[in-house]
């Protein structure tokens, strides 16, 4: 699921490429959304990019590319079916909506522990974060402590030079600190959520990926909370 505002950006270049085979400038993505600043916009860009629904076009002014739609804009303009995909581009679709921090359950000291599982969260760009959910997966009782845990399955191959593939399950242990260095799950402007490493600096947290495809992101205190932190992963081949 895209936030309101990602969807309207990709709907807006998409509808401008359809008009008039161009997308369209900063300024006029900035003015057809009511930001006050370009920097919103290329926040918004590089989370539609990372997340498969936009391409940016090498060496070429104001050159992006659609390659698919959100399911909303699809069930009205493709017959039902559930997502738009152009020229046969299938990313993986991160869903649910974050609006408190999830459920979790205390270890005991038993073979294995029932874990809540919610969902899919980004390893690439921060996402709406994950609706709660009645999943859970068993997790050896060896990878806790006495803490407060919960899992979470990864999406997205930013994390991959940490060790950290799409499709593992993140072991997270509940909290709202963490220290420099620790990969964590941060929820960035009360709506967005991803794993990445943390780093702070000053009065600026950093959320640094572990791929060279994708940009440190930099942004003041008040703006990242923290959710959690990794304290192991499953993985099935």
């Known amino acids: 699921m895209l936030t309101r505002k990602q969807n309207e950006l990709l709907l807006f270049i998409n509808q401008r490429i359809k008009d008039g085979g161009v997308s369209p400038s900063f300024d006029e993505m900035k003015e057809a959304l009511g930001l006050k600043s370009k920097s919103g916009i290329h926040r918004l860009i590089t989370g539609l990019e990372e997340r498969g629904f936009i391409r940016r076009l090498a060496h070429r002014a104001r050159a992006l590319e659609v390659l698919r739609l959100p399911e909303t804009a699809a069930h009205h303009g493709n017959h039902g079916h559930k997502s738009a995909d152009v020229h046969g581009f299938k990313p993986n679709v991160i869903k649910g909506q974050f609006k408190a921090a999830p459920?979790?359950?205390?270890?005991?000291?038993?073979?294995?522990?029932?874990?809540?599982?919610?969902?899919?969260?980004?390893?690439?760009?921060?996402?709406?974060?994950?609706?709660?959910?009645?999943?859970?997966?068993?997790?050896?009782?060896?990878?806790?402590?006495?803490?407060?845990?919960?899992?979470?399955?990864?999406?997205?191959?930013?994390?991959?030079?940490?060790?950290?593939?799409?499709?593992?399950?993140?072991?997270?242990?509940?909290?709202?600190?963490?220290?420099?260095?620790?990969?964590?799950?941060?929820?960035?402007?009360?709506?967005?959520?991803?794993?990445?490493?943390?780093?702070r600096k000053g009065d600026s947290v950093a959320l640094e990926p572990a791929n060279a495809r994708y940009e440190t992101r930099i942004f003041g205190p008040d703006r990242v909370k923290i959710q959690g932190r990794l304290v192991g992963l499953m993985r099935k081949y």
């Open 103 to 199: 459920r979790a359950v205390v270890a005991e000291a038993v073979s294995a522990v029932d874990l809540p599982l919610y969902g899919k969260i980004a390893a690439g760009n921060p996402i709406e974060a994950l609706r709660d959910s009645n999943a859970s997966v068993a997790v050896p009782a060896s990878l806790l402590g006495r803490g407060e845990y919960y899992a979470l399955q990864v999406d997205g191959d930013s994390m991959m030079e940490a060790g950290i593939f799409d499709g593992d399950t993140a072991i997270i242990e509940r909290g709202d600190v963490a220290d420099n260095g620790q990969v964590v799950v941060a929820v960035v402007d009360e709506d967005e959520v991803t794993l990445k490493r943390l780093r």
